[in-house]
């Protein structure tokens, strides 16, 4: 009996000890599905709640999509726009700014050349020469290159000493031949003039080595050094007569080798001719080396009645020949404009040296004394 009391008592205690256990199972697995329950109900909670933010909110659909990317490529055209715009502007302002500068460099350059306009020129006023119109200003290139031109059409001329008519030969060259303008005129000291510096004295062998015309011939040559600054000799063989069959040989007598070696230490330039006809060639050659250093004679040789009286007194100057009297009358408008006038402005509009400019500068300026004029 005791063993089926502990047996019992055994038995009972597992039996509750299993139905305690099984309580608690039973316990746990309920709090287990009040769980889930609690998970289940929250998770369909929120699944209402996105059902109805859902139903609320608008549909997401292709034209809202389109609407969206459009809306994006305006604003890029816009951006664009404005980036073109501002590059417009800034470009328009740097061409303002150039047009600004550039005018107000044009206003410089008008205001400079004002000035120089208004301010005499010292080299302006040296080119510029008499109302002949020879040059009026170095600006004035056309009118120079005109100028040169006629110049180039106008013939040279060749004053000639009135006992030099009968050699006929030489002036019928030099016209036509030589196609130059030969005046005739009254020369005291050589026989041609063919520059504004050159004089020429022709004679004959039988001239010049004849002794008793040494005191004529050494006054020419002082004459010919105190005008010209290349004073020139041609001496010509004798021409044959027409009663001799044979010209004359030339006979180198003593008296001319020392009037050649005389000549030879100044500096007149000394030129043989065979001929007349040579003679004539020797002179034009010397005219158009004058041209073309620009001192052949241009003017015109004509001297009217009212201005004569004052070409004799301008060549009554010392140093003063038949052409620069010629010029002078022709480019200076009375004889107080040539009193007053400086050395260097005869220098330049006459076209002589610096000492024949002083000559005539010291001349026209010489005192004298006022008590002479009552007697």
Known sequence: MDFDLETLETTSGIKEHSNSR???????????????????????????????RESSSPPLNINRQVKV??????????????????????REER??????????????????????????????EKQRLDNTGVIQSCNTGVQQLHYRQEEEDVKPVVFVDSREINSCNILS???????????????????????????????VWSDFANGSHRQRLIQRVHQLCALYERPCIIIEK???????????????????????AALAQTHIKVIFSDSQGETADILADIVKVEKRKGNAILDSPEIDLQTSQ??????????????????????????????????????????????????????????????????
């Open 173 to 203: 060259t030099l016209r036509l031949k030589h196609q130059l303008n030969v005046t005739v005129c009254q020369l005291s000291n050589c026989d041609y003039i063919v520059s504004r510096r050159i004089g020429v004295e022709r004679k």
């Open 95 to 124: 061409l303002r700014r150039q047009k600004e500068k550039q005018m107000m460099f044009k206003q410089q350059m008008e205001q400079k050349q004002t000035k120089c306009e208004s301010k005499p020129n010292p080299n302006l």
């Open 22 to 52: 099984n309580q608690h199972a039973l316990r746990n697995t309920s709090e287990k599905r009040g769980h889930r329950n609690t998970d289940f109900n929250h998770t369909s909670a929120s699944t209402k709640n996105w059902k109805q």
């Open 310 to 375: 004052v070409f004799k007194w301008y060549a009554s100057i010392p140093s003063v020949n038949y052409v620069t009297a010629l010029t002078m009358v022709r480019r200076f408008r009375s004889v107080s404009d040539v009193i007053s006038s400086s050395r260097q402005r005869l220098q330049r509009i006459l076209g002589i040296s610096e000492s024949k400019a002083d000559d005539i500068v010291r001349y026209v300026n010489h005192g004298f004394d006022s008590q002479m004029l009552s007697f």
């Open 69 to 90: 990317d459009n809306t994006h490529t305006d604003q890029t055209m816009s951006s664009n726009q404005t980036n073109t715009t501002l590059y417009q502007r800034e």
């Open 238 to 260: 004798d021409r044959v007569k027409p009663n001799e069959d044979k010209p004359k040989q030339v006979v180198r007598t003593q008296y001319a080798e020392s009037m050649l």
